[in-house]
């Protein structure tokens, strides 16, 4: 059985109980990168024919987390849209590529303080993103984080993406720990899915302001 671990001001509480393994998502919940990939989508949608009105913030955020292909996909069948998701996809990473280059992100101090101690400790850990590899990257870069993280799973390393435990499988995989011995840090209901589906412990990070 998962154990949901109860979180209080300001963002998030660490488990007092160490873990086998430490899994975290990445934008929303070790970088402040969430408001930049909203105005992302709203560009990439409206550059392919999307009505304004669609993906607003609490949409949006109810889809962190999922690989943007899958978004794309869901958002075409909610709003009887016909969309190509490869192409709004694309678009949405070079978007966000632009955005990135304009200034730095902020850490949330409370994750990355964790993955330090993590690393003093020896106590394995990872990322386990919706973001493709490139722009996991980017993000971790403009964070001033790029050395910090040496297992990196994304969904171009898994056949399904979030809310499928798939994501985090694999970093448990990779890390060399029982899924059962692992926790997972989300800040979205669909990474928090995926890692009551893979047997792990969950603690949510709560949002920031918009």
């Given amino acids: 059985m998962t154990t949901s671990i109860p979180v209080s001001s ?24 969430m408001p930049m990939h909203h105005r992302a989508w709203q560009l990439a949608l409206q550059k392919n024919g999307a009505p304004r009105e669609i ?32 192409t709004v ?8 590529a632009l955005l990135l280059g304009e200034g730095a992100l902020d850490v949330i101090p409370e994750t990355v303080n964790l993955v ?9 850990y990872a990322i386990g993103t919706g973001s493709f590899m490139p722009g996991a990257l980017a993000t971790l870069r403009a964070a001033k984080l790029e050395d910090l ?16 435990p798939d994501i985090f499988l694999k970093a448990a995989e990779r890390m ?20 009551i589906a893979a047997g792990m412990a969950c603690v949510r990070v709560l949002p920031g302001v918009q």
């Fill in 176 to 195: 060399g720990v029982n899924p059962a011995e692992c926790v997972v840090f989300e800040d979205a209901e669909p990474g928090l899915r995926a890692a």
């Fill in 89 to 96: 996809a694309e678009e949405k990473r070079a978007q966000y």
């Fill in 10 to 33: 300001p963002r998030v509480i660490i488990p007092e109980r160490v873990f086998g393994g430490y899994i975290f998502d990445l934008d929303g919940t070790l970088v402040e990168s």
């Fill in 55 to 86: 993906f607003g913030w609490g949409e949006f955020v109810a889809h962190g987390g999922m690989a943007a292909v899958d978004i794309v996909k869901d958002l075409n069948a909610c709003h009887s849209l016909s969309m190509d998701p490869s």
């Fill in 149 to 164: 993280f040496p297992i990196i799973i994304t969904p171009e390393d898994v056949p399904r993406g979030k809310p499928a």
């Fill in 116 to 124: 330090r101690s993590l690393r003093e400790r020896n106590i394995p």
